[in-house]
Structures are given as structure tokens and as C-alpha cells.
């Protein structure tokens, strides 16, 4: 006799068959949420600018500061940049789901016969795909410049970047499940804790030098194992940054997902 596991619906379905079911459902939440970003792009356009801003005015400040070439600079600051559009775009998985619950269409979905967790794993993943393409736009501006991607590399960073963003996404979404219809404690927990755990991180600036406590923050910082990955992987590096940056990912995405499932089942 096979294991039967509960579906939402209260259906009990076999073991076998409820991880190609989960696969459809995560399928499903993430075309659904796609679908308006391929109407209309303007919001993966409108999301590059700031970092474009970064881009540019914080290169010259870190050449002028380091003494290094500009070249090197970029292999140190890009890898650091796609790192901050993932964050931007996937901590805010949370506030499309205030907006579901203000229209009334997120209880809709929570009678429906999808999985809990393929609600905030579709949710996350939806977030990657303007994340890559705004990857890549960054990459494109930064190599007449003299930066040098490995492409193996990029890709594996990527991949690692993606797993980190869905437990941040499920996070996210267990915030907003936290605080409701409260638009003003989403957003005030969510800048709160993203501006220092990016300058925690050294993505805008070098941690090297830094005050004791600060690097002793810095260690327990997931965020921080992640960008070292990032920067190894996209110079063609595979060592133990690479290997620390994806555990912490992996780590990441697991309490994500065990958190916001949780906050699913408390919701319901």
C-alpha cells in the first residue's frame, strides 16, 4: 500500500504522484504571475534604472578609492549589483500578495486545489526571470568597459542567486501574511532589513578594514556568503566561496519555505 499525503482540497493522493503535482502547481502560479510582467515590461525596465544608477556612480567613487583600473573594479562591483536587483525585486514577493488579499482574490486561490507552498515557491521563481534578464542588461552595459564574465560561471551564480531569492521570496510572503493589509509595516520590516544586510553584505562597498563588530556582523549575514559566491563564480573561480555561497543559499530557501508555510497554514 502507497503513502497518501492530504491535498488541499482534503482529497488524500499518493505519495508517488504529489511531486508532479507540486511541479504542475508551481508551473501554474508562475505563469499566472509571468503573464502581465510579458504584457507589460515597463516594471523590469523601470527596475534596471536604479541600478544602472549604482552602476555608474558608484564605480568612479570605488576606481578613485581602491587605485585599481576600472576593469577590475566592474568584476568586483557587477557580480555585487545583480545581487541587489535579486533582492529588490524578490523582498517584495510580499506586497503582490497585500494586493491579492485587498482585491480578495488570494482567498480565491486558497480554495483552489494548489498547494500551499506552490503559492510562494511560483510567486519567488516569477521574480527571478525579470531578475536574469535585468542580469544580463547589467552585464551587457558593463563589458565595453572591461568586464569579463566567465560564462559557466554566470550561469552557476545565477542558479545559486535563484535558489537564495526563493527563500527570500517565501519570507517575504510570510511577512505580508504577518501583518495583513498593513502596507506600512510590510514595507517599514522590509527596508528596515534590507538596506543593512546589502551594506552588511559589501555589496556597495568593501568590508576589508572595517570596524571588528561590523565584520563580526558580516559573518552571520547569509547575504554575505552569497555575493562572495557571486563574485567567485562569475570570475571562473570554483572554490570555497562558490561552495559556502550555495550552501547559504540552500540553507536560506529551506527556512524560507519552512517559515512561509507555516504562515500559510496559520493564515488558514
Known amino acids: 500500500m502507497s503513502a497518501v499525503d492530504t491535498h488541499p482540497t482534503g482529497q488524500s493522493t ?47 567613487l570605488l576606481v578613485a578609492s581602491s587605485g585599481q583600473s576600472t576593469a577590475d573594479t566592474l568584476q568586483w562591483f557587477v557580480p555585487g549589483v545583480i545581487v541587489m536587483l535579486a533582492l529588490f525585486g524578490t523582498s517584495t514577493t510580499g506586497a503582490n500578495l497585500q494586493f491579492e488579499m485587498q482585491t480578495g482574490s488570494h482567498e480565491r486561490t486558497l480554495v483552489s486545489p494548489l498547494s500551499r507552498s506552490s503559492l510562494m515557491v511560483g510567486r519567488a521563481l516569477k521574480e527571478i526571470v525579470p531578475t536574469i534578464v535585468q542580469a544580463l542588461v547589467i552585464v551587457g552595459v558593463a563589458v565595453p568597459f572591461g568586464f569579463r564574465p566567465d560564462v559557466a560561471g554566470l550561469v552557476a551564480g545565477l542558479v545559486v542567486l535563484s535558489v537564495f531569492c526563493v527563500g527570500l521570496g517565501a519570507l517575504s510572503y510570510a511577512l505580508a501574511l504577518a501583518v495583513k493589509e498593513n502596507q506600512w509595516a510590510f514595507w517599514g520590516v522590509q527596508q528596515t532589513l534590507l538596506f543593512p544586510l546589502m551594506l552588511l553584505a559589501g555589496i556597495l562597498l568593501p568590508l576589508q578594514g572595517a570596524p571588528g563588530w561590523l565584520e563580526a556582523l558580516s559573518k552571520v549575514n547569509p547575504l554575505t556568503y552569497v555575493v562572495d559566491a557571486e563574485r567567485a563564480l562569475i570570475a571562473g573561480t570554483w572554490d570555497g566561496d562558490a561552495v559556502a555561497g550555495a550552501a547559504a543559499a540552500a540553507l536560506t530557501c529551506v527556512v524560507g519555505l519552512l517559515v512561509g508555510a507555516r504562515a500559510m497554514r496559520a493564515s488558514s
Open 14 to 60: 499518493p505519495t508517488s504522484s504529489r511531486a508532479t503535482g507540486q511541479v504542475h502547481d508551481i508551473a501554474l502560479v508562475f505563469t499566472r504571475e509571468l503573464r502581465p510582467v510579458v504584457r507589460d515590461p515597463f516594471s523590469v525596465i523601470f527596475g534596471i534604472i536604479q541600478p544602472l544608477f549604482f552602476l555608474g556612480l558608484f564605480t568612479p
